[in-house]
C-alpha cells in the first residue's frame, strides 16, 4: 500500500518493481498500479530472480511491459528504462584510454 501511494504521489515516468519482495508481491503490486488510472499509461519494468517461464507470464499478465532477470545488465536496463521513459535511446557509453578501452560508467 505504501509503494501505490508513493506511486501515485510522483507519478513517475517508469515503475520498476522487483517481482518478490518480502513485504509484498511484486506482481499483485503490478496489478494494482496497472488498476489505477492515474498509472494507466505508465510503463512497469518488473526485475526477478526468477526466469522460469511461469513467472515470466505472470509478470506479462499483471501488465508489465517487460520483464528482467537477475543478474541485471545493467546497461540494457538504463536504456529499457529511458526508452520506456520516452528519452529515446541512450548514447553509446564512452570509453577511455586510460581505463583500457572500457566504459567509464
Not at 517508469?14 to 494494482?32: F, H, N, S, Y
Not at 526466469?51 to 511491459?65: K, N
Not at 526508452?83 to 560508467?105: I, V
Amino acid at each position: 500500500a505504501e509503494a501505490l501511494k508513493k506511486a501515485r504521489a510522483v507519478l513517475p515516468a517508469v515503475i520498476l518493481l522487483d517481482a518478490r519482495m518480502p513485504w509484498v508481491d511484486g506482481v499483485e503490486l503490478c496489478r494494482a498500479v496497472e488498476s489505477s488510472p492515474e498509472h494507466r499509461d505508465t510503463p512497469i519494468r518488473l526485475i526477478s530472480g526468477r526466469y522460469d517461464p511461469e513467472d515470466v507470464r505472470a509478470g506479462f499478465d499483471c501488465g508489465a511491459v517487460a520483464y528482467f532477470a537477475r543478474p541485471l545488465d545493467s546497461e540494457a536496463l538504463l536504456r529499457k528504462v529511458a526508452e520506456l521513459a520516452g528519452q529515446g535511446p541512450l548514447p553509446p557509453e564512452p570509453t577511455s584510454a586510460a581505463t583500457g578501452g572500457r566504459r567509464t560508467r
